[in-house]
C-alpha cells in the first residue's frame, strides 16, 4: 500500500530536506511504502496567532499501527511487533492544551487515499450513512402513511 508522504514547508531529518505539503503532486517523491501500515494518515495543525492570523501546518503520511510487546520465549523475552488496527476511517478533532490551536487528523484505507480531494470524497460520501439515511426516510413515511 502507497500513501502521500509530506510534512510542513522546510523540514529536514536524517535524509534531507523533505517534501512540502504545500507542493503537492502526484509525482513519485510524495508517495512512499507503507510496509507496517494498513491506512493513511492527513494531519492539519492549526493556530490562530496574536496578530488575529491564523498559520496552518500540515503532513501526511503511513498511519502509525506498529505495536510492539515482549513475548516469553525459551525463558528469555524478545520484542513482538505486529500491525494493530487501533483507528477508524474518520477525521477527528484531537484536543489540545491551547484554546487558540486545533488539531484535526483523517484516517483512510486505500492506495493513496490521504490526498485532500481523495479525503473529503472518502468522508463525505460514506455509503453506510447514505444507506442509514434512506432506511429511516423510508420508515418515517410508513408511519406517515399508516396515520
Not at 498559520?55 to 502509525?64: I, L, N
Not at 528469555?76 to 477508524?88: G, L
Request: glycine letters at 4%.
Amino acid at each position: 500500500m502507497q500513501c502521500f508522504e509530506c510534512f510542513e514547508e522546510g523540514t529536514y531529518d536524517e535524509h534531507g530536506k523533505r517534501p512540502a505539503c504545500s507542493k503537492l503532486t502526484d509525482s513519485p517523491e510524495f508517495k512512499v511504502n507503507c510496509t507496517n501500515s494498513t491506512m493513511c494518515v492527513k494531519e492539519v495543525h492549526s493556530i490562530n496567532l496574536s496578530n488575529g492570523q491564523w498559520r496552518t501546518m500540515e503532513r501526511r503520511g503511513c498511519a502509525k499501527q506498529v505495536n510492539v510487546t515482549q513475548v516469553e520465549v525459551y525463558r528469555a523475552y524478545v520484542d513482538f511487533a505486529f500491525v494493530a488496527e487501533p483507528y477508524k476511517e474518520e477525521c477527528v478533532e484531537l484536543p489540545t492544551e491551547m484554546r487558540t490551536s486545533t488539531i484535526k487528523r483523517c484516517y483512510c484505507r486505500g492506495n493513496l487515499c490521504n490526498s485532500s480531494t481523495r479525503l473529503q470524497q472518502s468522508f463525505n460520501n460514506n455509503s453506510l450513512i447514505k444507506i442509514v439515511c434512506v432506511m429511516f426516510l423510508l420508515s418515517n413515511l410508513r408511519l406517515i402513511t399508516v396515520i
